[in-house]
Every structure is written in C-alpha cells, then in structure tokens.
C-alpha cells in the first residue's frame, strides 16, 4: 500500500519550458489537493478535485493546469514556467470531499526553475 | 474566511525541556483543527486533530494541544523534547466552503532541540 505517490522527487527545468507533476493514490480518496511549500509561507493551495472529472481552483492557481480523469492520478502541469514557481509541490488526498478528517500527504516534488 | 497564525517562526529548547508551540485561528463556523509535522525532505504528517469532540486532544510522539474557544487557540505542547521533535510544525484549519472542505496552514514553527 503505497499511499500517495509524487514523481518526480527532484526537477530542474528552465524558464518557459512545461512540465507535469504526477500524482497518484491507491486508497479510493475522493478528494485530491496540490499545494504549494514557500519558505516563510506555509502551504499554499494550488487546485484541489472532489472526484474524476471535477476539478477547481484554491489560493493561488494562476501558471497551473489540473485534470482528473481517474480516481487515482491527479497531475499538475506548469504551462510555462516561470522562476516564482521555483518550490516544493505537494499533492494530498482525503477519503471524503466534505469530510474534515485529515488529508494524507505525498513526499514532495521540488522544482527549481532557472 | 479561515486563517491561522503561529506564533514564532523558530523555536529552540533544550532537550527534556517543555516545548510550546503557538497556534491562534479565525473561523467563522465551528473550526476543524490540525497540526502537522513535517521532517527534513519529508511530506506532512499527522500530529493530531481537534474535531469538536474533547478539548484536550491527544497525539503522536507524546504531543498533545488543547482547543480554547475562547481565547481562540490550540497550542501545541509535549512535556520533554527529545532531539527526535526537531521539525516543522504546522497548525492548520479545516472549513467546508461549498465544494469542498478546505486546510488553511500557518505558516509553520521549526521546532529546535539542544543538548
């Protein structure tokens, strides 16, 4: 049971180029969520998806793209990347969308942006 | 509109001494109440959850926070700090806003332990 999975672990890429974070479960959560990790800022939510097909924007969505076409994958795509986009990625999920129970966290994905 | 804010952005005690972590929240409905630990090059983990049930919550590692309406708080304490407690911490609070329910996180506590 590998819980949530986030690949790449570490990502160097250049300014305008595009990427996809991957994000995967194993555990049927409906909700999925990515946030943003800043020095000084705490987590920052990016989008977050109640279930497949149904996605929506948190705090700060402006450069990403999201889908949901399974349960399991929720990617991030970074349209054109720009240098302020330079952080540590987290994706975490919850069983229920509405639940307040605790959402379950990957490791992380860091992306340096030159 | 929910928020949270964590008093002190680094805290250092020594080993065996109380450690106090701060947390104050702004909810407009009964708040949901997390704090997280996360260690170097690591994810998010679940300290412990206050969801309106007791005051006094009870968590991993020997932590443990209690919920004050009152004065709007949920401090995070543990007794002895052991080297082991080194980390970030991060209150947060959970709020349902129409499509979902939504974490708010401070913007977190590095918890430092000496000899």
């Known amino acids: 049971n590998a819980g949530v999975t986030q690949t790449p672990k570490f990502q160097v890429l250049k300014t305008g180029q595009s990427m996809t974070l991957q994000c995967a479960q194993d555990?049927?959560?409906?909700?999925m969520s990515w946030y943003r990790q800043d020095p000084g800022m705490g987590l920052r939510l990016i989008h977050y998806s109640v279930g497949a097909g149904i996605t929506d924007q948190g705090e700060v969505p402006n450069g990403y793209n999201v889908s949901r076409s399974t349960t399991e994958d929720f990617p991030l795509r970074l349209l054109s990347a720009a240098p302020s986009q330079t952080s540590v990625y987290f994706c975490?999920?919850?069983?229920?969308?509405?639940?307040?129970?605790?959402?379950?966290f990957g490791d992380g994905t860091r992306l340096s942006i030159l | 509109a929910q928020s949270v804010t964590q008093l002190g952005s680094h805290v250092s005690v020594s080993e065996g001494a109380l450690v106090l972590l701060r947390c104050n929240y702004s909810s407009s409905v009964p708040p949901y109440l997390f704090w997280y630990v996360q260690y170097p090059n690591q994810g998010l983990q679940l300290l412990l959850k206050?969801?309106?049930?007791?005051?006094l919550v009870k968590g991993i590692n020997g932590f443990e926070a209690e919920f004050k309406k009152s004065e709007t708080s949920f401090h995070l304490t543990k007794p002895s700090a052991h080297m082991s407690d080194a980390a970030e911490y991060f209150c947060a609070v959970s709020g349902y806003t129409g499509t979902a329910s939504k974490l708010t996180f401070g913007t977190g506590t590095r918890l430092q332990v000496t000899l």
């Open positions: 555990m049927n959560h409906e909700y």
């Open positions: 975490a999920t919850r069983r229920q969308a509405d639940s307040n129970q605790p959402q379950h």
């Open positions: 206050y969801t309106s049930a007791a005051t």
